[in-house]
């Protein structure tokens, strides 16, 4: 009976023992923590007053911090010479995994200055219309069946324009069925074969898109014109007469016959 | 003999190994080249045949992990393909075929599939997948989702195709013949689906 109760006492003791730890531990941690607040503030010259987040005022209701001071992802494309050598050395390992990464990175980096080389060439204005510089993108996947896509619109009140260039694309596939079957173009109202700058191609028109252009350029290559509140055809395909189609499948290395 | 036989498969194993290293080796060295005479897209094509190789023996190693038999029937080696496309749809494809005229087994692997966005999206609404007059259902293999599809819905014993997608790869197993149900979702575990995953991630 008295081990017992000695045990009991022992347990209690013990129990105090690590409470006051856990409370003393918390006092110095609240200190510590004023202590650094200080420092920094003696160092930054900040004031005693806690920083807020800033809300937008949209969520000015849930109080939960709007995302605006993040500096986003890094867009440098991947090296292509330091995802080559990685790639060799995967493979010699047997990692086959890592050596198939490495080597769809090392296309994107190819495909990355591939089309920011196109994005260059493409005009600044067309048809009096300035470019919007933000809307510029260039997408590269390594994968095959999505491929490299190269954007670019220009737009003012009244009209607009895009043009998007893909390489290696599913986006072929659809304007070359076309061409390849006459039949769905003659038999559609709003679609017709073309040739533009010596390049066969699809126009295409619905009253809320207005024209879209398709010229395949090449084995694996496309460019796809749209064109808005463009007064009829003729004007629709002068306006697709502003971009190098020549050129652009030169710099993509295709072939057209 | 005998000798001589295991001699000539040392041979060959190592010739072809050495080969597909070879091919590998000359592929990335001639995109390098490329890449730095700004040559850009002979480079992507260099590593496009590259990422070919790659491909293949991926599949060589996913062919070596198939079972030899599956319910009852052995593979049919002369039947076995891999193909590493560099380019259009699919990267990786592999091939395997099981049993004879009367009852088959075939898997195809298709990594870098453009199908597989459909599967996926069936598979996230099972409510719409099963179907009431029983030709299709999901179940789970090996604990992936996967959509089980019965060939002529009007029979109890039939033939049954078996879709399961993961990574970018869709792992297809067709049973052609008079197969049960149950007969296909042993078979199918008994399959190493999870390795199948890891050798294609």
């Known amino acids: 009976m008295l081990k017992l ?4 006492a022992v347990a209690l003791a013990l129990l105090c023992f690590l409470n006051y730890q856990t409370e003393a531990q918390a006092i110095l941690n ?22 807020t987040p800033s809300v937008s005022e949209g969520d000015e209701r849930s109080g939960r911090p709007m995302n605006n001071t993040s500096g986003g992802l890094i867009t440098t494309p991947p090296d292509v010479g330091k995802s080559i050598a990685t790639a060799e050395s995967s493979f010699s390992a047997k990692k086959y995994g890592e050596a198939r990464y490495a080597l769809q990175q090392a296309i994107v980096g190819i495909e990355m200055e591939m089309g920011n080389k196109v994005m260059e060439s493409l005009p600044e204005k067309v048809a009096g219309i300035a470019f919007v510089k933000e809307s510029d993108k ?3 996947t390594g994968m095959a069946f999505v491929g490299l896509t190269i954007f670019r ?3 003012n009140n009244d009209k607009a324009i895009d043009i998007t260039v893909a390489n290696n694309s599913s986006l072929l596939m659809s304007a070359n069925m076309y061409l390849a079957n006459p039949a769905y173009t003659s038999g559609q109202e709003n679609i017709k074969s073309v040739t533009v700058q010596g390049f066969k191609g699809v126009l295409e028109f619905s009253e809320y898109d207005g024209y879209k252009l398709s010229v395949p350029l090449g084995q694996t290559s496309i460019a796809i014109m749209k064109m808005v509140n463009f007064a009829d055809e003729s004007a629709a ?7 190098d189609l020549a050129g652009i499948q030169k710099q993509l290395g295709d072939k057209i016959n | 003999m005998k000798k001589i036989y295991i001699l000539a498969l040392i041979v060959t194993v190592f010739g072809l190994t050495a080969s597909a290293q070879n091919d590998f080796t000359a592929s990335t060295a001639t995109a390098m080249n490329e890449y730095k005479a700004g040559n850009l897209e002979e480079a992507r094509f260099a590593l496009q045949q590259s990422l070919a190789e790659v491909d ?3 599949g060589k190693e996913i062919l070596e992990i198939l079972p030899k038999s599956i319910a009852g029937f052995s593979f049919v080696e002369a039947n076995d393909n891999v193909s590493g496309n560099s380019s259009s749809f699919g990267g990786l494809f592999v091939h ?5 005229t009367t009852k088959s087994v075939a898997i195809d692997l298709m990594d870098n599939s453009p199908m597989l966005a459909g599967i996926n999206s069936l598979l996230a609404m099972p409510m719409i997948m099963n179907s009431s007059d029983g030709s299709q259902k999901v ?3 090996s604990g992936y989702k996967a959509l089980l599809q019965r060939k002529d819905a009007t029979q109890a014993v039939g033939g049954y195709t078996l879709q399961i997608p993961f990574n970018q790869s869709l792992f297809t197993v067709d049973f052609d013949g008079a197969f049960t149900e149950s007969e296909v979702t042993s078979a199918a575990n008994a399959m190493p689906i999870s390795e199948v995953a890891k050798l294609t991630y």
């Open chain 2, 139 to 141: 179940v789970k293999v």
């Open chain 1, 153 to 155: 619109e220009y737009y």
């Open chain 1, 237 to 243: 395909l002068k306006v697709s007469d502003a971009f």
């Open chain 2, 96 to 100: 395997r075929d099981y049993g004879d």
């Open chain 1, 30 to 51: 609240k200190v510590k923590s004023a202590a650094k607040n200080k420092a920094a503030n003696a160092i930054f010259g900040d004031n005693d007053a806690p920083s």
């Open chain 1, 5 to 8: 109760q000695l045990k009991g």
């Open chain 2, 56 to 58: 293949k023996e991926i």
């Open chain 1, 138 to 140: 260039v997408t590269s």
